[in-house]
């Protein structure tokens, strides 16, 4: 199975300042129609997980835009401008390029 | 505003079996395909199963195939998973996911599966 790669696996960061989480998988994530099926979640503590990104950069409705995407191919990133408290939680990438679709580990991000 | 409401877990004994069930509202449920994914206590998130909107195309992980049925009833706006032979590591909250662009757009609460003697 593919395998998702992220990194840091927990995060400790300052309000107001940025976070950037690494998401790499182990074969390129770009479909046969051209588009890269690589997500990002958001999992509070005690909620469902909730997307936050699609398609490596594309914001959901209502996400704040303090929340970025990027990367290509098979090295991904995500970005947190400026850390908010509602913040806190886990974090994980998503491929559904290729079946089995698989998460990665999870990257849990707390308030210093 | 998307609804998703599952239900039907529990405790239920190794080898046993258990239907699963995510009832949809505020949405054209047959236009949508949907997913379960699992979360084990304290663990990451994987996917188990996938359906197209007109049921017609399934995919199930390894780790459930052979096991695990996933079925809908677009009558009902009701997504569902029949799980058999069930093992302890199947203990996990099974979440009902619709997509939404892409999959996982929208997600349920959970329903918690425990299976254990």
């Known amino acids: 199975d593919l395998v998702m790669t992220q990194s840091p696996l927990s995060l400790s960061v300052t309000l107001g300042q940025p976070a950037s989480i690494s998401c790499r998988s182990s074969?390129?994530?770009?479909?046969?129609?051209?588009?890269?099926?690589l997500h990002w979640f958001q999992q509070r503590p005690g909620q469902s997980p909730r997307r936050l990104i699609y398609?490596?950069?594309n914001r959901d409705s209502g996400v704040p835009d303090r929340f970025s995407g990027s990367g290509s191919g098979t090295d991904f990133t995500l970005k947190i401008s400026r850390v908010e408290a509602e913040d806190v939680g886990v974090y994980y990438c998503?491929?559904?390029?290729?079946?089995?679709?698989?998460f990665g580990q999870g990257t849990k991000v707390e308030i210093k | 505003q998307v609804q998703l409401v599952e239900s039907g877990g529990g405790l239920v004994m190794p080898g046993g079996s258990l239907r699963i069930s995510c009832v949809t509202s505020?949405?054209?449920?047959?236009?949508?395909?949907m997913s379960w994914i699992r979360q084990a206590p304290g663990k990451g998130l994987e996917w188990v199963s996938h359906?197209?909107?007109?049921?017609?195309?399934?995919l199930y992980a390894d780790s459930v195939k052979g096991r695990f049925t996933i079925s809908r009833d677009n009558a009902k706006n009701s997504l569902y998973l029949q799980m058999n032979s069930l093992r302890g590591e199947d203990t996990a909250v099974y979440y009902c996911?619709?997509?939404?662009?892409?999959?996982?757009?929208?997600w349920g609460q959970g329903t918690l599966v425990t299976v254990s003697s």
């Open positions: 074969q390129s994530l770009v479909y046969s129609d051209g588009n890269t099926y």
């Open positions: 398609k490596v950069s």
């Open positions: 505020e949405f054209t449920f047959s236009d949508h395909s």
């Open positions: 359906i197209s909107s007109g049921g017609d195309i399934t």
């Open positions: 998503m491929q559904h390029t290729h079946w089995p679709w698989t």
């Open positions: 996911a619709r997509d939404n662009i892409v999959v996982a757009g929208f």
